[in-house]
Structure formats: structure tokens, C-alpha cells
Nanobody, 124 residues
Framework: QVQLVESGGGLVQAGGSLRLSCAAS????????MGWFRQAPGKEREFVAA????????YYADSVKGRFTISRDNAKNTVYLQMNSLKPEDTAVYYC?????????????????WGQGTQVTVSS
């Protein structure tokens, strides 16, 4: 099982940007789908973005498409989530997750490993 550690959250004004990082230890991301999810208070954990490591293909929730970008650094075994044009409704705890295999899933229960989460707060 891969261990994941997120960083980069914080407080930002609406329209601002943040970059989240997710560093893996234990093994490389090869053969995994890497995902970002978020959970706001009182809401279910929802899919944000995913990267299929074998092909580099990326997938986004409609709510973040055009504003967020998932990317990776193979040498650092790290996946990133660049978040631009942030809105107050983006406020949530953001989680990095890993799923063994090459099939991208959008449900949280389909992922095997999770980070501890990092808080993102967007003020209006």
C-alpha cells in the first residue's frame, strides 16, 4: 500500500490560486490512478480530478474543469493539483487518493489509499 502526504492548503481570497502536493512513499505511482477528492462540511466526499499514471490521461469534475489542473512529477513521486480562479464553494478538505490499476473511477470507495487531507478555505 502506498502512503500519501498532502500539503499546500491554506486560506485564499476568491479568484486566487493554490497548488496542492501529494507525495507518495512506499512505492511509485506506476500502475496506479491518482485522484484528488474534496469534502465540505456536511457533504459527501466528491471527485475533483484524476490522473492515469500509465498514460498521463487526466479527468476532471465539471465544477473544476478549466480552473484546476492535475499533474505529476515522476522523479519526485508527487502529484499536484493546481487550483486557479478559486471560488468560495471550493472550500473543503482536499484529499489525495490512489487506486491500483488503470481504470479511472469517480467514487471515493473505489480508492485504496488516502492522505490525511489538507484544508482549503476560499474567502469571498
Amino acid at each position: 500500500q502506498v502512503q500519501l502526504v498532502e500539503s499546500g492548503g491554506g486560506l485564499v481570497q476568491a479568484g486566487g490560486s493554490l497548488r496542492l502536493s501529494c507525495a507518495a512513499s512506499g512505492r511509485t505511482f506506476s500502475g496506479y490512478v491518482m485522484g484528488w477528492f474534496r469534502q465540505a462540511p456536511g457533504k459527501e466526499r466528491e471527485f475533483v480530478a484524476a490522473n492515469r499514471w500509465s498514460t498521463g490521461s487526466t479527468y476532471y469534475a465539471d465544477s473544476v474543469k478549466g480552473r484546476f489542473t492535475i499533474s505529476r512529477d515522476n522523479a519526485k513521486n508527487t502529484v499536484y493539483l493546481q487550483m486557479n480562479s478559486l471560488k468560495p464553494e471550493d472550500t473543503a478538505v482536499y484529499y489525495c487518493a490512489a487506486r491500483v490499476g488503470n481504470v479511472v473511477r469517480y467514487e471515493a470507495l473505489e480508492y485504496d489509499s488516502w492522505g490525511q487531507g489538507t484544508q482549503v478555505t476560499v474567502s469571498s
